[in-house]
């Protein structure tokens, strides 16, 4: 028996050390820095060690700076040898490119495997920070780990796209102004990431289809009440049709901003400030239209003991991947709340470019 970190508890530390701008050490045979939490003193160090370091963007980011994406869904730019910080965040970072649209030449590389650069961008997505990384190529990396005392962690692990085992952990009466016969249940997953919540209304019948949501928190919708979207009305519509049928369950996802997180949200408002629509700025931060993971509330609800949903929703992608993840979808049901003319345009774009059904 031993005390040593398992394979999911070092991708927990990785993920941690990333987001406060430690290195972390890819066994394959990298050294891997956050674009966004790396500091001066970090980027001098590296260019002390020598080789030829990259900065690894996703596809879509490279699309936006017009740099060669050689590998399809990655782009290693090659890092200048007078690269500044500044140039580095730059590179990651949108926030500037109206006002500073020429950021090259940026030249990319085309040979070798671009493997480590991906998980290098896997990780930095688990840690909710800005999909850029800088990638150094090294000779020895469990021994680099240990003499610098970093967490070292599989690439291969660093990209699976499994599910982590997602246990209940308590639940307990919470009655509510819909219902007064509510119950929370709290589901924690084994990889140390956000806790998940089940609102359970009633006593719903488990041989039985339930009405059920699948909902993404929205601090900015369902706690402020922001007019920028349509989440805290479907939030209070999808407990309110419960409430009145008697029975149903939501699922409520910590998986902000379409599973980019609460800050890149923001970043990513920033830029609908500046005439992009929510799916352009998704990619111009450099990430994919919905980063979310749906086999999350399936698993939840087989865990509660259910197998068959009427599902609130007016997104069909919601009823294909629940029927992927083996929960059945008897029934579509519409949720169409919340319209303003803050948000026209971006309920537009949904329907065009997410394919909803507005």
Excluded at 51 to 76: C, E, H, N, S
Excluded at 339 to 356: D, I, Q, V
Aim: neutral net charge; aromatic residues 4%.
């Amino acid at each position: 028996m031993t005390f040593a970190p398992d394979v999911t508890e070092r991708l927990a530390r990785a993920r941690a050390d990333l987001r406060m701008g430690v290195p972390v050490v890819l066994d394959k045979g990298a050294v891997v820095l956050a674009a966004e939490t790396l500091d001066a003193a970090r980027l001098a160090h590296l260019r002390g060690l020598g080789g030829a370091p990259v900065l690894a963007i996703t596809g879509w980011r490279a699309q936006t700076l017009k740099a060669r994406a050689y590998d399809g869904d990655v782009a290693r730019i090659i890092l200048p040898s007078d690269a500044s910080l500044a140039w580095v965040r730059a590179i990651a970072d949108p926030a500037d490119d109206l006002r500073n649209p020429m950021k090259g030449p940026l030249r990319s590389l085309r040979e070798g495997d671009a493997g480590l650069c991906r998980a290098a961008i896997a990780l930095t997505k688990a840690a909710r920070l800005l999909p850029a990384a800088i990638v150094l190529p090294l000779a020895d990396a469990a021994a680099f780990a240990a003499a610098h005392d970093l967490t070292c962690v599989s690439a291969e692990a660093a990209l699976d796209t499994g599910l982590s085992p997602l246990n209940p952990i308590i639940s307990a009466r919470l009655p509510l102004e819909v219902s007064e016969a509510g119950r929370l249940h709290i589901f924690r997953p084994d990889d140390g990431a956000e806790e998940h919540y089940a609102v359970e209304i009633g006593r719903p019948d488990r041989a039985e289809p339930v009405l059920s949501r699948l909902h993404s928190a929205c601090f900015t919708g369902d706690l402020l009440g922001s007019l920028k979207c349509d989440c805290g009305p479907q939030l209070r519509g999808a407990l309110a049709q419960m409430g009145t049928e008697g029975a149903g369950v939501l699922l409520y996802l910590n998986q902000e901003g379409r599973g980019i997180g609460l800050a890149n949200k923001m970043r990513a408002y920033s830029l609908q400030d500046q005439g992009f629509d929510t799916v352009e700025a998704n990619h111009r931060l450099g990430f994919d239209d919905d980063e979310r993971d749906f086999r999350i509330g399936a698993e939840i609800l087989k865990k509660m003991g259910f197998h068959a949903v009427r599902l609130l929703t007016n997104n069909p992608a919601k009823v294909a991947r629940m029927e992927g993840a083996g929960v059945q979808v008897v029934e579509r049901v519409p949720l169409k709340v919340g319209e303003n003319r803050h948000n026209h345009a971006y309920l537009a774009t949904k329907a065009a470019k997410s394919g909803h059904l507005l």
